[in-house]
């Protein structure tokens, strides 16, 4: 069976850890763009980020969105997506981010438990981020966490709100969403729409076996210290370009190479106003 090149997404941040966690983690805008020009010279097309201010604080700033945006582009031709996610800041703060006009931005259908914490998308505002992403011509990738949460996001499309082809994950593995269970993805993925584009994020220990699982069914996949602190048991990531290696050299070891930034760009129809060619 042909599959198409797969999408490598690399997640550099995350909402919750800090350089406690992991020293190798970015924790600036400058240090966010350094990431990720070595996630993209790792093999990863697609460069997702949770904002850091100058500190290394968490934050839905504006202008560190703005400024981060720019630093990556000026470093690298990895393709932005900025997330809209993020536990700890109003929905409406996490909904201006999307006025840096990144390529690519998160869209989180539903509210739900998230480990000890809530992650709130409240349906009316969740569906106003959708219409302002659809203005500004940036590509969503929904993010599935659960089965329940694939009927939303078809009543999006049914409504207009999402554009084909469709960029979806499935998150596996948070407490609160659907485990990291081989069947589980199967089922879901032939729920999709065809010509859907689809990947696993899957956090710490089902981060390797399920992004594994994903690129040997066709689909693709991310990595990065936002998914997993650890290259292996025990041993921290010293970098997300490590993590990053390993996901292309599993890629590799099943015949896929990795998707170009110009071949993501075509096959998700991203605005070529938003993307900085390679
Ligand atoms: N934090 C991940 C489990 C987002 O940022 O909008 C899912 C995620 C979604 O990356
Ligand atoms: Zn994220």
Request: contains cysteine; charged residues 20%; glycine residues 8%.
């Amino acid at each position: 069976m042909a599959f198409p090149n797969p999408i490598i997404t690399a997640a550099l941040t995350g909402p919750v850890a800090t350089k406690a966690d992991n020293p190798g983690l970015p924790g600036s805008p400058a240090e966010v763009a350094q990431s990720a020009k070595a996630a993209y010279e790792a093999g990863a097309a697609v460069i997702h980020i949770h904002l850091r201010d100058d500190q290394g604080n968490m934050t839905t700033d504006l202008d560190v969105a703005r400024r981060t945006v720019e630093a990556v582009r000026e470093v690298c031709p990895g393709i932005v997506q900025l997330s809209t996610g993020g536990l700890d800041f109003p929905y409406e703060d996490r909904m201006r981010i999307v006025e840096a006009k990144p390529a690519m931005a998160t869209l989180n259908p539903c509210t739900m438990t998230f480990g000890s914490a809530e992650f709130r998308n409240p349906p009316k505002q969740m569906q106003q981020l959708a219409a302002r992403m659809i203005e500004l011509g940036i590509k969503p990738e929904v993010e599935i966490y659960d089965t329940g949460h694939l009927g939303v996001m078809l009543d999006l499309v049914k409504k207009g709100l999402l554009l084909e082809p469709l960029q979806v994950s499935f998150v596996m593995g948070v407490r609160g969403g659907v485990a990291g269970d081989p069947t589980l993805l199967a089922y879901m993925v032939r729920e999709l729409p065809p010509g859907t584009s689809w990947q696993v994020i899957a956090v710490a220990k089902a981060n390797l076996p399920m992004t594994t699982i994903a690129l040997a069914m066709g689909g693709n996949a991310r990595t990065g210290m936002e998914d997993t602190l650890l290259l292996e048991p025990g041993k921290p990531a010293p970098s997300n370009a490590a993590l990053v290696e390993r996901l292309v050299g599993v890629a590799r070891a099943l015949h896929r190479e990795p998707a170009s930034v110009d071949e993501v760009s075509e096959r998700l129809h991203l605005s070529p106003d938003l993307v900085k060619r390679g």
